[in-house]
Structure formats: structure tokens, C-alpha cells
């Protein structure tokens, strides 16, 4: 991408990941959005404390694919030291004392893990959200009817090409394309809404608007897409990251391009996006509302630690899956005091802790730059986001 504001223009104009999806947090026309996305609680619990507005549980590490950008570096073989049966049941009781948040049931691939949709029920029992984050390609007609019947709202499904080679390339595993479009199929059969994930790499960044028509055509309810984090397998991937002055212009066309679409859009590890989304609404004289903008107005960028966090497989908490900062282990501490508690947490949710730029951008209250790049790219958690071009004090609000 060369124009810096080539509005109406899409990557694929011009020449030359994750832990989680998501899958509900911004949707206002989702269930799950209206039951417990940002407009749907209060901002904090009783204590002062921000609500838990999500939280990604990774159920298990084990996944049957080998994709190029795992954070997790994840294989096929059981992993030692997973939470059982019982100590997830028993931690699903703790969620509802930080809020009602949704909470994504992630991997790895959790249909690895055989009880998950026991799982599942018994949050969904407590009221909670439920979304599931697969790969795809485990999903066979009779799992889609027990993903359905287990109470999960919505699967997220992450394609990264346009077509199987692209998609197998990345994903590490031949065939991996063709079986995520049939578990997509299934969960159509079984009337499971889904949307799709991509991660934004130099290699698919020109055929931005083939995914995209891919998603249109598989009857996607949303499609989200993630900015690299280089850590775990990809950091071996350094030359798939695109430039600051790339991933602005990716971001500016993504603003552009929800307007042409019924399907929800949505930026992850993206948190400057929230300030473009201002600026150009302001640009075009628009208040930015949840008339005219729905959730993505109620919303910050980075919600690590502030509204949202990560759980792995043996119970560390962190304040994302792509920021390996360990917070505490709801086998020795109460989730909701970890919560409250964290070093961390409190770190992220104080402005004056914030270094560089992003300590004094006007726009840190809707961006704060992301967490786990700064610390990925520079070791510094609190430093800069090192893919932002914005200067503070360049534009007005």
C-alpha cells in the first residue's frame, strides 16, 4: 500500500493471529453483544474496579494444525498440567463476581479437549456469554449440533488466503483450507453463527478484498482482522510485518470498507484504529456514537488488563494471550482478586504509567497502543506501540 489516505481504496489496489477471536465483544446486533458486550453492564464493579468485559480461555494448548503465527507454538500432543474437569468448572463460578463477560473458549483448538462442551454448558448455565474459537477443521454436522447445544453463540473460524494454497501455506498443513470450509458448512447446517479471523501478513495483504469477498459469500456475521504480534512462531516471521505507514493505511481502508458491508468489521491488536475511526469521523462531521459507529463507540483499543484478559491452559493469567506476563494462577489466587489485584492490571488501567508517546497521545483513552507489540518488538510493556505513525498533539480530536 503506498497512499497513506487512499480513502475507498483496498489493499489489493495497489502493487507490490491469535489467541482468540473476539467473536463478540463489539457486535451490537449480536446476542451475545446486547447480553454482555461493553454497552450492556456497568464500567465498574461496586469496589471502583473496571468490569470484566471478556476473557479469552485457553482450554487447551493442543492443536491438530501448525500455523506459522502461533503464539502458542502449539502441537497435536496432550499438554501437561491442564486445568481438570472440576478446577474449570469450579473457575467458571468465579467469572460472574468481575461482571458477566463473554468469554471465548480458545486454544490451541479447544476441540481438542474432550469436555469442552460440558464446559461450555455450565457457563452458559451461569449466564455468561459463550463464544468458541477452532480452527475449523475438526467440525463435523454432529460436533456443530453439540457446539450449538452446548450454548456457544458464536464460532470464530480463522482463514488467512483467499484459497486453499495460501491458506495451507500459512496454516502449516495441507488440506486445512478445504476442511475449515466444511466445518463452516456444518455450523451453517446447524444455524451456529460464525465469522472469520485473518491475520494481516505481506503475503495476503494484496488479496485483502478476495478474503473479504470470501467471508461475504460464506455468510460471515462478522469478519475481524488481527495485526501480527511477533512472538511464539512468529517471530520467526519478521518479514511478513508490515510497515507503521502500512498498517495505517490497512486501517484507514478498513473504515472506509465497513461501510460497504452489513458484516461487522472489527480491527484486533489494532488499537490505533480507534483513533483513525475519530479523526476521519471527524473529517466527515460525524459524532462518534453507538448510532453511528454501534459498539466500536463504546470501546478502547487495547482492553488488556482493563477490560479484558487471557487465561491459559495451567491457569496464568495475563493481560492478553500474546503477552506473557504472568498476573497470577487461579490455582493459588481467586480469579476476582487477580482481577482486582494484578500489578499489571493496575498498570495498564493508569495513564501516567504509560511511556513515549502513548503516555501523552490525546488519544490514549481510546487506543493505548498495543501492549504486546511494545513488548514483543522493543521489551518494554509499557513503552510506545512501535507500528503507530501518529505523532501526539498533530491533529485535534
Not at 478502547?300 to 482493563?306: A, E, V
Not at 503507530?388 to 498533539?393: F, L, Q, S
Request: contains cysteine; hydrophobic residues 35%.
Amino acid at each position: 500500500m503506498t497512499a497513506p489516505h487512499a480513502h475507498g481504496q483496498g489493499p489489493a489496489a495497489h502493487p507490490g493471529a491469535h489467541p482468540a477471536g473476539h467473536p463478540t465483544e463489539h457486535s451490537a446486533e449480536h446476542p451475545a453483544g446486547r447480553a454482555g458486550g461493553m454497552g450492556g453492564q456497568p464500567r465498574t464493579l461496586p469496589d471502583g474496579t473496571p468490569t470484566c468485559k471478556l476473557i479469552a480461555w485457553e482450554v487447551t494448548r493442543s492443536c491438530n494444525l501448525a500455523c506459522k503465527h502461533c503464539r502458542a507454538e502449539a502441537h497435536p500432543e496432550p499438554y501437561e498440567g491442564e486445568l481438570d474437569t472440576a478446577e474449570a468448572k469450579a473457575l467458571i463460578d468465579t467469572f460472574p463476581a468481575v461482571g458477566k463477560p463473554i468469554i471465548i473458549f480458545t486454544g490451541g483448538d479447544p476441540m481438542m479437549r474432550p469436555d469442552v462442551y460440558d464446559l461450555v454448558a455450565h457457563a452458559h448455565g451461569k449466564g455468561l456469554p459463550c463464544a468458541f474459537s477452532p480452527n475449523g477443521t475438526l467440525i463435523t454436522a454432529e460436533l456443530a449440533e453439540r457446539i450449538r447445544d452446548a450454548g456457544v453463540d458464536r464460532v470464530s473460524i480463522s482463514i488467512d488466503g483467499a484459497d486453499a494454497a495460501s491458506h495451507d501455506a500459512f496454516r502449516g498443513v495441507p488440506g486445512a483450507f478445504e476442511a475449515s470450509m466444511r466445518g463452516i458448512g456444518y455450523l451453517k447446517q446447524a444455524g451456529v453463527p460464525f465469522q472469520i479471523n485473518t491475520t494481516v501478513t505481506r503475503n495476503n495483504l494484496q488479496s485483502f478484498k478476495d478474503i473479504f469477498r470470501l467471508c461475504e459469500r460464506l455468510g460471515a456475521t462478522a469478519w475481524h482482522i488481527f495485526l501480527l504480534v511477533p512472538m511464539g512462531r512468529a517471530a520467526g516471521l519478521a518479514d511478513q510485518v508490515i510497515t507503521a505507514q502500512e498498517y495505517e493505511d490497512v486501517l484507514h481502508w478498513f473504515y472506509d470498507f465497513r461501510k460497504t458491508t452489513s458484516m461487522h468489521l472489527k480491527a484486533t491488536c489494532a488499537p490505533h484504529y480507534y483513533r483513525i475511526m475519530r479523526q476521519r469521523a471527524h473529517e466527515e462531521g460525524l459524532a462518534v456514537t453507538p448510532e453511528t459507529f454501534g459498539m466500536d463507540a463504546m470501546t478502547r483499543g487495547c482492553l488488556g488488563g482493563t477490560g479484558f484478559c487471557f487465561i491459559s491452559h495451567v491457569g496464568q493469567v495475563q493481560p492478553c494471550g500474546y503477552l506473557e506476563l504472568n498476573c497470577g494462577n487461579v490455582r493459588q489466587t481467586p480469579f476476582p482478586e487477580i482481577w482486582r489485584n494484578s500489578t499489571y492490571f493496575r498498570q495498564f488501567r493508569d495513564q501516567t504509567c504509560y511511556e513515549g508517546k502513548c503516555g501523552i497521545c490525546e488519544f490514549h483513552k481510546v487506543c493505548g497502543g498495543c501492549r504486546a507489540r511494545a513488548w514483543s518488538m522493543n521489551g518494554n510493556h509499557m513503552g510506545p506501540e512501535p507500528l503507530c505513525t501518529y505523532e501526539p498533539g498533530r491533529r485535534s480530536r
